[in-house]
């Protein structure tokens, strides 16, 4: 299976599905940003601290994997430079929508997360990467060309996902899939069937060796970090928090 091309549509029928997490952000929303009242997620629930970000005036801010419309619009509200790229184009067009009506000046890319070739090294200043890693096989080269397009005393935001929450059933909570896991090759063959048929991305349940490590190994410096749970939304929220956002930067 063509993955990437097949979450491409996915979340483009997402979209048109009006699934959360392609719902824009408010008029409203934007115009308290402009006054100081804002928030952004990387992960369901928790907004990031203020304190992770620099000073966003003029700041070059790659969104990566994150189009539709939630982020973006408010760091530009704020003053920064941002550049949307997103595997979506309709999750890109509604970050373009927003832009033009309220004259952001977000720019959109359409493209892979792995693969980032399109930008020169060093060319942002910040990465801001909302949960969204699950939906590549291979994370490792997503954070290599993270570093690569960082300039040295970049950031890095990213929300990452506990890979035990991918094993558990979700209704008995109960231990039934090996790590690593894979909607492909993790599923019987009735369950992919079902995601396939409902359109439904299909996610990876990367080691947090891969997620963490990973990113020391491409070089960053992870300086923070905070756990986040789905909001009441699954059982496991009783248990464990499934979500982990960290800060890293690119040393100098």
């Known amino acids: 299976m063509d993955i990437v091309n097949y979450n491409k549509a996915a979340w483009d029928t997402y979209v048109d599905k009006k699934d959360r997490w392609t719902i824009p952000v408010s008029e409203q929303a934007l115009e308290a940003a402009k006054n100081g009242n804002w928030h952004v997620v990387l992960t369901p629930t928790k907004s990031v601290p203020h304190n992770w970000f620099p000073n ?5 801010i790659l969104g990566l994997a994150s ?8 760091l530009a509200a704020l003053g920064a430079n941002v550049t949307i790229f997103d595997n979506s184009e309709k ?17 959109t890319v359409q493209g892979d997360m792995k693969d980032l070739s399109v930008f020169e090294d060093n060319s942002f200043d910040l990465i801001f990467n909302p949960c969204s890693i699950l939906f590549v096989e291979n994370v490792l080269p997503v954070w290599k060309e993270c570093f690569r397009v960082l300039k040295p005393n970049g950031v890095l935001m990213t929300g990452l996902i506990n890979p035990i ?4 059933d ?20 009735d369950k992919l069937e079902t995601l396939t048929k409902n359109n439904d991305p299909l ?3 990367h080691s ?4 963490i490590a990973g990113q020391l190994e491409a ?5 923070h970090m905070y756990e986040d749970n789905w909001g009441g939304e699954n059982k496991m929220d009783d248990f464990f928090p499934a979500f982990i956002a960290t800060r890293a930067i690119k040393p100098l």
């Open 170 to 189: 979700e209704e008995h909570l109960q231990l039934i899939y090996k790590q690593p896991y894979s909607d492909i090759d993790s599923l019987p063959d």
């Open 91 to 107: 999750q890109l067009l509604q970050d373009k929508t927003l832009s033009d009506k309220f004259n952001l000046g977000i720019k």
């Open 56 to 60: 966003l005036n003029n700041l070059k």
């Open 208 to 211: 947090l060796t891969d997620q």
């Open 67 to 74: 189009g539709g419309g939630q982020q973006g619009p408010i």
């Open 165 to 168: 929450s991918f094993q558990l």
């Open 219 to 223: 070089g960053f410096c992870i300086t």
């Open 203 to 205: 996610v990876f349940g």
